[in-house]
């Protein structure tokens, strides 16, 4: 018989495949088999490597996310922020996520507290944006500076002959918005020429986004969830669009008064069946569910942090309630001017010692925790005379001061720390120059008897008249605040009363 491979003779049996050819059949088995010995390896290997690069895909954004936590913490300890309370701990990292990463959780241009002081200061990112004279004291315009107190910038300064006052500056996005002042009408109807404004952070683009169509008496705007916010010429409370466009009407409820927060809009109206007499609302923020905040009463220097709203009283004492409590609770027994709540406190002026006839001003802060046992004031700052307004923001306080010898606007510390310089103007140079330019030889008039420091004043919107002249904005009012025998006057109260009680518009707070 013949092998059935190759056909060689072999002998006769039961195999038909002669022995070279077995050798060659077994030789390929042994290399199938190491050859899937090694694919198989192969896979395996592919395999293993499949399911680490899987683990560690898995595992990255975990790592990230490990990571990004381990960092804020961190920073939250760095910046000092584990305070005790809840929402203020939220808010401070609400606050660092929207300076430091630009990310868009900044619902607000500014707060109620810094509007009801003129908002003369705003925040946002790493700035501070603020009003203040130009270097000789003719113009006023809108700075900003760093949050250290550093490299002072110059944005925006009114030009012309026409001397423009600033109100309301708020801060949100890439823009500034403020109003402008002007005491020249534009018509019989129009009392005043103001403007709403919007320029780029940089001071750039500067434009106007509401002329004259609003209240006379409108001193307020509020930059709310990417809409402005403000009294419109039937003194109802409106909003616009951050370009302008899409002016609406929110309620028509006839007030003079305007406090705004994400959630909620504060205002006055009259008493059922009373021309004189106040009460201080609340309603939502789109313009329903209008009640009394206390019944058949009014508020003064309205805030709000947290559930609370905080206020002063007829006597101008600390209290607060709960919104829809009705009831109200002592936070402080003492006289407090310029009310400006910010986290864990609320921040005044008030005298140094009016009982023994010490009338030095001083920046105050007290806690707002009504339950602190033993509780007082702690003092800031000494003021040379005093400031018409107190704006928080971040961790300063932004106000003014004057001496025999010079007007400034500073920033301090809100625990004292620290204070910055922002603007002086030294009278004797201020006369100088005065007498250079006009060639005269003039004398600087020289001070009478020395008088009692004026009143601080619960009340903070400004009239046109005296809107810069409080807020060191125009040198020859500054100058006179000083000559005038150190003495501040305020005539911001009974010009408005008269003002919106004549247009049956609820007076300011």
Do not use: H
């Not at 500067?206 to 930059?223: H, K, M, S």
């Not at 609770?329 to 008030?350: I, R």
């Not at 306080?397 to 606007?409: H, K, R």
């Not at 005539?491 to 009680?501: D, I, R």
């Amino acid at each position: 018989m013949y092998c059935t491979k190759c056909g060689k003779e072999i002998p006769d049996g039961e195999t038909k495949i002669c022995e070279e050819c077995q050798k060659k059949i077994l030789e390929e088995i042994t290399n199938a088999e190491n050859f899937d010995d090694e694919k198989k390896s192969e896979k395996e290997e592919t395999q293993n490597k499949e399911n680490v690069s899987k683990k560690e895909k898995n595992l990255n954004p975990f790592l990230i996310i490990i990571a990004i936590i381990l960092i804020l913490i961190v920073v939250i300890f760095s910046l000092g922020i584990f305070y005790t309370g809840t929402n203020v701990y939220i808010n401070k990292i609400k606050n660092f996520f929207a300076d430091n990463l630009n990310m868009n959780v900044k619902t607000a241009g500014n707060s109620i507290g810094n509007i009801r002081n003129y908002g003369y200061g705003a925040k946002s990112g790493n700035y501070i944006y603020y009003l203040s004279p130009n270097e000789d004291s003719s113009q006023v315009g809108i700075f900003k500076v760093k949050k250290d107190g550093t490299d002072i910038k110059q944005l925006f300064m009114n030009s012309g002959d026409e001397q423009q006052e600033i109100v309301s500056v708020n801060a949100y996005g890439n823009y500034v918005y403020f109003i402008g002042i002007s005491s020249k009408a534009p018509s019989e109807q129009d009392q005043v020429d103001n403007k709403i404004y919007r320029m780029k952070t940089d001071g750039s683009d500067v434009e106007v986004i509401n002329d004259n169509e609003f209240n006379n008496n409108c001193y307020e705007i509020y930059i709310i969830n990417g809409y402005i916010y403000y009294i419109d010429v039937n003194a109802n409370v409106a909003r616009m669009k951050q370009d302008g466009s899409n002016k609406e009407v929110v309620v028509e409820n006839g007030t003079g008064y305007l406090g705004i927060t994400n959630k909620y809009i504060i205002y006055n109206t009259l008493k059922e069946g009373s021309t004189e007499e106040y009460v201080t609302n609340i309603m939502d923020i789109d313009g329903k569910n209008q009640r009394p905040i206390i019944k058949d009463k009014r508020l003064y220097s309205v805030n709000i942090e947290d559930n609370y709203i905080y206020y002063t009283n007829e006597d101008k004492k600390i209290y607060r309630t709960r919104l829809d409590s009705n009831e109200e609770e002592l936070v402080y027994d003492s006289q407090a001017y310029n009310l400006n709540v910010s986290g864990e406190y609320a921040y005044f002026l008030n005298y140094k010692d009016e009982a023994n006839e010490d009338y030095t001003v001083c920046i105050y802060r007290v806690t707002l925790d009504p339950s602190f046992e033993g509780k007082k004031a702690e003092t800031i700052k000494e003021l040379e005379t005093y400031s018409s307004f107190l704006n928080v923001i971040d961790d300063w306080i932004l106000y003014m001061d004057s001496s025999d010898t010079a007007g400034t606007i500073n920033l301090v510390k809100i625990d004292g720390s620290d204070e910055k310089n922002l603007y002086t103007l030294k009278y004797e140079d201020y006369y100088n120059s005065l007498n250079t330019a006009t060639g005269t030889t003039e004398e600087e008039p020289t001070e009478g008897e020395p008088t009692e420091t004026a009143e601080p004043t619960n009340e903070t919107t400004p009239t046109t008249e005296n809107t810069v002249t409080n807020a060191v904005a125009t040198t020859e009012n500054v100058v006179s605040n000083v000559v005038a025998n150190q003495t501040v006057t305020n005539e911001a109260t009974a010009t408005t009363n008269t003002t919106s009680q004549s247009q049956n518009v609820a007076p300011v707070n």
